[in-house]
Nanobody
Framework: QAQLVESGGGLVQPGGSLRLSCAAS????????MGWYRQAPGKQRELVAR????????TYADSVKGRFTISRDNAKNTLYLQMNSLRSEDTAIYYC?????????????WGQGTQVAVST
């Protein structure tokens, strides 16, 4: 049973930066692709960024390209999201995600989320 715990959210002014972390346990972290998602009030949850198990390939939503960087430390079982040049539209609850278990029928695991608020 995977457990994901996000941290690092908070209130920041436009143009500021935050670094989110996601500590994983209960899985062999290094073999799974990981992702960050976000959900703003009244909107559907959306993919922000994804990273392969080795960290050699990443994917970003167009809205965050060039501003956010996803990374991972497999030795620490931790996923990161460095967020720079934050905008008000980045305000959301941010979740980390892993689809783990059987390749034919994986289970999707989510953390509890961490709130990011970008405002003056």
């Amino acid at each position: 049973q995977a457990q994901l715990v996000e941290s690092g959210g908070g209130l920041v002014q436009p143009g500021g930066s935050l670094r989110l972390s996601c500590a994983a346990s209960g899985i062999i972290f290094s073999i799974y692709m990981m992702g960050w998602y976000r959900q703003a009030p009244g909107k559907q949850r959306e993919l922000v960024a994804r990273i392969t198990n080795s960290g050699d390939s990443t994917t970003y939503a167009d809205s965050v390209k060039g501003r956010f960087t996803i990374s991972r430390d497999n030795a620490k079982n931790t996923l990161y999201l460095q967020m720079n040049s934050l905008r008000s539209e980045d305000t959301a609850i941010y979740y980390c995600n892993v689809n783990a278990g059987s390749p034919l029928s994986p289970t999707s695991y989510w953390g509890q989320g961490t709130q990011v608020a970008v405002s003056t």
